[in-house]
């Protein structure tokens, strides 16, 4: 997928008067590309995930601290399970009994990059922390 910012360049050369193929060379992109973008779709289609996600909306300005957010993002990428509901959605990231101070920073993470709340559910030999997230 392309930058936003190439398809609006083309855009503009083609208001400005250009053909679709003099953009197309000018950018070294593909003659249909092009076309596409200077006659057919004003903006790109969104995917059904970023429809659904609060964070995903170009409206959504977010001001999360990067390394909290990369953080959270291997915990899940690991152990963690995201539940994208029409209402709210909710975050798991199961975590060890043996490492409590795994469940003390998932749960500090989970505060600071996207939880209204967050609950800790004790399961035998571990601790699913999960947060609901802000919308």
């Given amino acids: ?10 855009r503009q050369q083609h208001l400005a008067g250009s053909t679709v193929a003099e953009v197309a060379r000018r950018l070294r992109l593909p003659y249909a590309t092009v076309r596409d973008w200077c006659k ?3 903006e ?11 964070r995903c909306r170009p409206e959504v300005k977010n001001q999360t601290d990067p390394s909290a957010y990369l953080y ?8 963690g399970h995201l539940v994208t509901s029409a209402r709210v959605p909710v975050l798991r990231i199961a975590c060890s009994s ?7 920073a998932c749960d500090a993470s989970m505060r600071q990059v996207l939880a209204a709340k ?7 030999g571990c601790v699913s922390v ?4 802000k919308h």
Avoid: I
């Fill in 44 to 54: 790109p289609r969104r995917s059904g995930s970023e429809l659904r996600c609060f």
């Fill in 130 to 133: 999960q947060s609901s997230g």
């Fill in 40 to 42: 057919h779709q004003v």
């Fill in 72 to 79: 959270l993002l291997g915990l899940y990428l690991g152990d």
């Fill in 98 to 104: 043996s490492w409590p101070g795994l469940v003390e």
């Fill in 118 to 124: 967050v609950q800790r559910v004790q399961q035998p």
């Fill in 1 to 10: 997928m392309h930058p936003p910012e190439l398809r609006n360049r083309a």
